[in-house]
């Protein structure tokens, strides 16, 4: 097996794919692992779980993962003791991230294993790696054991305790009795959350028991496979938080949700804690048109049809909730879901789906007018939704002029928007995770004369491998749109997004409005391993995500880490210390390449400072946007709520507190755009639901229209009526 591998990487050249995949967070996922003491009880049960351990193929895996991330990664990376440190401690945040699990002994005893990874990983048994699961299978068997002999009895929901529920960074408890004492607590606030939706205690008992054995079904569900791929993942994403290892189950699991089409609800999920999240809605998809279901939802259950009944998955392998999500054709699958940013014990919502195909071709380009008042004119702002930079290479490479093209859609819908007469435009890329590097070039090519989008880089050795200049493909083209631009973003907008966003920019093209973007700067490649061994494997060996590049703009900045910097700055409901790739562990820093040659426009940070002041101005008095800021702040404020009450009452009062509170502050926002009052929030329809951010940053483009006309804004601004 090793001269195989040294054979591959002398004389196989490594195929470099340009397709920027919108990459979000992975969740480290919740497991509860631990160190045993020597009780009586513990060993038992130890007993239970010796069944797992790790294969042959494990190793072989674990050896060609390791060769791969030391002559592909784009760091140069080492396997060493620094890393082996890092791997530990994602692997045990992996499995007890709240600290609901782990003694502090347990961790203690996982110290001796610090830097031994690296060697495991490169040619010992990976037995460490399982015993360290094991530990975590006991764990989470004794609380569950806990949980039920709990719900002997009805607790006192009553009381004036108070329940700590977030608690990645408390400490970690001495002893059992610790233990018990949290786990009392969580209980009393799973009954808490059931009887706040009207369940009684017969109910709830039921419920609870049923959903605590159903945890410990699921850990006599776990394979050799579940446990090599959680550490191999942890020991990848130690590298950086884009590279992965799936095992062959979640490499198929993957291709399917990466294929042209598929039968779903279009959303991607991710496991956060006991719960299933949404982590994006596919645009196209069910979700997505059906427009309640939101990122960061939580499901608590699903049924069938219109009449199904509810299932409770809170706990369930992410896996077979996708499962059982999935189905048939036009068939109807309901969720229960917790809504994000939700106070603890709110109501938890219904949201019913039809299942239908996911094309991801339909992610198509959009466009809109918004008509703006300024002066007493009514001026036209043209708004193109880009929700993906998509391309159908596979048409494309046949010479089929009528490929889908982001490039072609957006050229096209200029088109017609310039046959409406509009007087301004604002290309929008919030949400837009990315999609092919080519697009992203193509699209600025149609509001710049020609010259450099954007720098390539393979490797940080800069002598082997210098910077590559990509250029607009079509640099005989003439600007296809010269007229007043934005481009507007927000902190999922990642990757190409942030290319075409930084040219723009670069080039004083145009302004870049709302948030600080993601910071994805980096570029990942996809390995099938089953074909770096000659020998097949019937199980499979899964797949490999390695970070082979990294981009920079043509001012020799990076987007990694960083992102692009709007010009004006829109209040945003996504915090950016909890999204976006400075949140992430072991993210690639930002550094700086040398500057490329381009002709940019004549600056514009006079017209910027003087767009600012008046988007201010008008932010001050505007009803929609003092309204959101009201919303922001009172999501935050629940954001970072860490203690909940454990007394029905005050928890149903602090509920109803802040229902009153949005209501009131809905209420006041219309009453002063002189709308009808509303008594209930569920009152407002479908047709009210607000896009202020794209509003302001219509009036902006507006005023870039006023301020154009204008021979010196600076000094005429007096004159102008915003």
Do not use: C
């Not at 039809?354 to 002066?375: F, H, M, P």
Request: charged share 30%; no cysteine.
């Amino acid at each position: 097996m090793e001269k195989e591998l040294r054979k591959f990487f002398q004389k196989k050249t490594l195929v470099l794919s340009l397709i920027l995949i919108a990459v979000y967070l992975p969740s480290p996922g919740k497991s509860e692992v631990n160190n045993l003491s020597n009780t009586k009880d513990n060993n038992l049960y130890a007993d239970e779980f010796s069944a797992l351990s790790p294969e042959i193929r494990h190793e072989a895996i674990g050896v060609l993962v390791a060769q791969f991330i030391q002559k592909s990664h784009y760091n140069n990376i080492k396997i060493d003791d620094e890393l082996s440190s890092k791997a530990l401690d994602l692997y045990i945040k992996n499995l007890d991230q709240n600290r609901m699990y782990f003694l502090e002994s347990d961790l203690e005893n996982f110290e001796r294993y610090r830097y031994q990874l690296d060697d495991i990983v490169k040619n010992k048994p990976l037995d460490p790696v399982f015993e360290i699961f094991k530990v975590h299978q006991v764990r989470v068997r004794n609380r569950l054991n806990f949980a039920i002999t709990q719900l002997s009895n009805e607790p006192d929901i009553f009381t004036d305790e108070y329940y700590t529920f977030e608690r990645s960074e408390e400490p970690w408890a001495k002893n059992e009795a610790e233990l018990n004492e949290i786990w009392r607590k969580r209980i009393i606030n799973d009954v808490v959350s059931l009887a706040l939706e009207g369940e009684q205690w017969e109910s709830i008992q039921n419920i609870l028991l049923k959903r605590y054995e159903r945890f410990i079904k699921r850990l006599d569900q776990v394979n050799n496979d579940d446990v090599f791929e959680r550490f191999m993942n942890m020991f990848s994403n130690a590298v950086d938080p884009h590279s992965s290892y799936l095992s062959p189950r979640n490499a198929d699991e993957y291709r399917i949700a990466m294929s042209l089409s598929y039968v779903g609800i279009g959303a991607t999920l991710r496991t956060e804690e006991d719960f299933v999240q949404i982590v994006n809605i596919i645009k196209g998809g069910p979700a997505d048109f059906d427009g309640k279901l939101k990122r960061d939802d939580r499901i608590t259950a699903i049924a069938q049809g219109k009449e199904g009944e509810f299932v409770d998955v809170i706990g369930w392998r992410l896996d077979d909730v996708v499962d059982i999500i999935r189905g048939p054709k036009d068939s109807t699958v309901k969720l229960q879901i917790i809504p994000a940013n939700a106070l603890p014990g709110s109501p938890r919502e219904i949201i019913e789906l039809t299942r239908g195909a996911v094309k991801l071709e339909e992610q198509a380009a959009k466009s809109q007018i918004v008509n703006v008042k300024k002066n007493g004119k009514d001026l036209s702002i043209g708004v193109i939704e880009v929700p993906g930079f998509y391309r159908d290479y596979s048409a494309s490479s046949w010479r089929n002029s009528n490929f889908t093209s982001v490039t072609r859609d957006v050229k096209r819908l200029i088109g017609e928007l310039n046959q409406e007469g509009i007087d301004g435009l604002v290309i929008d890329v919030r949400g837009n995770g990315g999609g092919h590097l080519t697009e992203a070039t193509a699209l600025t090519g149609l509001f710049i004369k020609n010259g450099p989008i954007v720098q390539f880089r393979k490797s940080t050795n800069i002598r082997r491998n210098p910077p590559q200049r990509l250029d607009d493909p079509d640099p005989v083209s003439r600007v296809y749109y010269d007229g007043p631009l934005a481009v507007l973003v927000d902190r999922f907008s990642a990757s190409a997004s942030e290319i075409f966003a930084g040219a723009i920019q670069d080039y004083s093209r145009g302004i870049i409005i709302g948030q600080q973007t993601y910071g994805k700067g980096t570029v990942q490649n996809l390995y099938s391993l089953d074909q770096y061994f000659r020998k097949k494997d019937d199980k499979g060996l899964g797949q490999l995500t390695l970070t082979i590049g990294k981009y920079y703009r043509i001012t020799g900045e990076s987007t990694q880490h960083r992102g692009v910097y709007p010009d004006i700055v829109l209040p945003s409901n996504i915090d950016i210390n909890d999204v976006g790739e400075s949140a992430r562990e072991n993210a690639l820093p930002w550094d700086v390449v040398k500057r490329t040659r381009f002709n940019a426009s004549a600056p514009i940070d006079s017209l910027i400072q003087t767009l600012k002041n008046y988007h201010n101005l008008r932010s001050e008095i505007d009803p929609n946007s003092q309204y959101q800021i009201s919303r922001i702040k009172a999501n935050e404020r629940i954001r970072n709520i860490k203690t909940v009450s454990l007394n029905i009452d005050k928890r149903r009062t602090a509920r109803e507190s802040e229902v009153s509170k949005a209501l009131a502050d809905e209420n006041k926002r219309r009453k002063a755009l002189d709308l009808q009052l509303i008594e209930n929030l569920e009152d407002i329809s479908e047709d009210e639901v607000l896009d202020i951010q794209l509003d302001q940053a219509a009036n902006i483009v507006a005023d870039m229209v006023v301020f154009a006309d204008l021979k010196n804004p600076l000094t005429t601004a007096n004159s102008y009526n915003n």
